[in-house]
């Protein structure tokens, strides 16, 4: 196997910003802050439970 | 294409660095959910339940596993992202942040630093299996001399020959082993709700001479200060190999909550469970026994239930240690794989083997596992904030694939002589952020205030600010953007958005700033034919020299402006 050359055309591949995955969202970038936000709140309230 | 040569790329690409295409992924949600787990689910989670109910109440035991483990990984998790849009691994990310010979020191010391975690994992493998051959009439003291540097070793021989051919083993692995390990979690919890009333574990709280004895003349919010901080270094250990996985994913959501829910969710039930088990042996009567063999699910069940449940159990939480071994081995073999391309990932992960087998030989890991533990923590936060900042934030998504991967003629990740100065030099300030708030080893807190945010969350947050700010430097900037030709900032500026007016507010300090400046010069304006002109208008004045704009407010005054100016000055 040519290394050099695979790596080359996988390289090419990406610079073409052909998407190779599904990308998050701006919604899922929301969710993902909500879901922080809870869990920020949570252990907050903890500091208060006996 | 022959088979041979699809082989070796295959191997290049599961075991090795090569961007992996999007035909090639293999994990979906469940699978990389179900891999991930496997790597969190070990004893050492059953270590750490115990370790905190020698803290904090179970209902705080409760917030600080789940709530704070989720709040730390949905924070440091999210640059997982890049490895599964592009099929790389965060490594080769970091190459533009240490440059291309500082990412080698810095994976190897975060492998130095991690490895002591799989020490005690073969550590308590072995430990359970005498436990459960005493719980079968064996004396533990008739067992041949070695056997359970033998057991050890045997756990991580067996993790690595899983990790031998890649990932596609270790995720047929974990799809049978995770679920029966929830399996057995959730009898462990049974049996244990069985045996004692719930209201004694929902209600418990450790006595305050048990507090005391741990952390003495420490106030009941410090305490849980500190519990919450043994959670965050707890699950923040996973930054280095994090990418593993996500890199095989198809999307990017999968990826992310994949990382974050295997830990969050399955690790944090398993230190629960261990949780669980410490306070039903306590009211059992067995307190006097060692912390490891109380929070043994072997002797557990062969206390409360049966030495059979217990042998069920044994031989499942010995395959959790291995797979984790195992998981651990792989992921670090790529990690060393990113930064040492020339050599095989056999060779590598055989080296990790004997580093572990080292470590367990010399058996003084856990004597020394406070201080390795506080040494992990002050690496990965500030890992995990420079990443998640140049991500976003320097880079802003886009990296020089031709200089990542050093191709010939492309040294923009070269920086100074291989190292990026800036990155190291945040890196070791990071590393110092946290032991300015707190001493791990006489146990002073040094920043009451800043103590509130925790030592490692001090250190993420710290980090990340001191990076933001200073890669915003011109200086700085260039030096850490030497890539902007290749992967410029597209959108530094909203092109389509209407010009903001100057701030009216302002208008009266720009004039006075203006006055000041020019009045030692004898400023005159002379208004000529300009009764009746009114906003909007355009000027077309010559620029003489930077005085400029200090005269054109006082001209145009009481009218506002906006200057024009090419974009290219500011890119």
């Known amino acids: ?50 | 294409m022959n088979q041979k040569v699809e082989n070796e790329i295959n191997h290049e690409v599961y075991c090795g660095i090569l961007p992996m295409k999007d035909t090639e992924r293999t994990c979906g949600f469940l699978d990389a959910l179900l891999i991930l787990s496997g790597y969190c689910i070990a004893t050492w989670s059953y270590t750490q339940g115990a370790y905190l109910t020698g803290l904090v109440s179970f209902k705080r035991l409760l917030i600080t596993s789940v709530a704070g483990a989720l709040l730390m990984l949905l924070v440091y998790q999210l640059p997982v992202i890049l490895s599964t849009r592009f099929g790389i691994d965060i490594w080769i990310w970091l190459r533009s942040v240490f440059g291309v010979k500082g990412v080698k020191i810095i994976s190897v010391l975060v492998i130095i630093v991690n490895f002591p975690w799989y020490a005690v994992c073969c550590d308590l493998f072995a430990k359970s299996m005498i436990n459960l051959a005493s719980a079968f009439g064996v004396d533990p003291a008739m067992l041949p001399p070695g056997t359970e540097l033998g057991l050890e070793l045997l756990c991580v021989v067996v993790g690595t020959a899983l990790a031998w051919s890649g990932v596609k083993t270790i995720g047929w692995t974990t799809r049978i082993l995770v679920p029966l390990l929830l399996t057995v979690g959730i009898f462990v919890v049974v049996v244990a709700f069985r045996n004692v009333p719930f209201s004694a574990i929902w209600n418990y709280a450790p006595s305050a001479e048990m507090v005391a004895e741990t952390l003495p003349g420490k106030t009941p919010n410090e305490i849980y200060l500190l519990a919450l901080e043994a959670n965050f270094a707890f699950v923040i250990t996973l930054v280095g190999g994090m990418a593993g996985v996500p890199r095989q994913c198809k999307s990017e959501k999968a990826a992310y909550y994949a990382g974050v829910l295997g830990q969050g969710v399955a690790g944090s039930f398993f230190v629960i469970i261990g949780a669980v088990m410490m306070i039903a042996m306590q009211y059992k009567g067995f307190s006097n026994l060692d912390p490891n063999e109380l929070t043994d699910p072997t002797r557990m069940l062969s206390t409360m239930a049966s030495p059979i449940a217990a042998l069920a159990s044994l031989l499942l939480v010995a395959f959790a240690n291995i797979g984790t071994q195992a998981v651990g081995s792989y992921l670090y073999g790529v990690t060393l794989k990113s930064s040492f391309q020339k050599i095989s990932y056999h060779k590598l992960i055989l080296i990790l083997c004997a580093y572990v087998a080292v470590l367990c030989i010399w058996g003084g890991v856990e004597e020394h596992f406070g201080t390795f533990l506080t040494i992990t923590a002050c690496v990965y936060a500030p890992l995990a904030a420079l990443l998640f900042v140049d991500f976003f934030f320097v880079r802003r998504q886009g990296l020089d694939f031709r200089s990542a991967y050093e191709m010939k003629g492309h040294t923009n990740y070269v920086y100074t002589h291989g190292f990026n100065l800036v990155g190291i030099i945040v890196l070791a300030i990071g590393f110092c952020l946290s032991l300015l708030v707190y001493d791990p080893i006489s146990g002073t807190i040094h920043s009451h205030i800043l103590f509130k945010l925790t030592p490692t969350g001090f250190s993420l947050i710290g980090t990340g600010v001191i990076y933001f700010l200073i890669s915003k430097f011109p200086p700085i900037r260039r030096y850490l953007r030497k890539d902007t030709a290749v992967s410029p900032i597209t959108k530094p500026f909203d092109r389509y958005r209407v010009p903001p007016r100057q701030n009216i507010f302002m208008l009266p300090f720009i004039h006075l700033i203006c006055w000041f400046l020019t009045a030692p010069y004898g400023l005159k304006i002379k208004k000529v034919n300009m009764e009746g002109i009114k906003p909007p208008y355009l000027v077309l004045g010559s620029h003489h020299s930077f005085t400029d704009f200090y005269v054109t407010p006082l001209a145009l005054f009481p009218h506002r402006a906006n200057y024009i100016s090419e974009l290219e000055g500011f890119e």
């Open chain 1, 1 to 50: 196997m040519d290394y050099q050359k695979e790596l080359e055309e996988r390289i090419e591949l990406l610079e073409e910003k052909k998407e190779l995955a599904v990308r998050m969202t701006k919604k899922d970038y929301i969710r993902a802050g909500v879901f922080t936000l809870i869990c920020l709140v949570l252990v907050i309230l903890g500091a208060f439970l006996a």
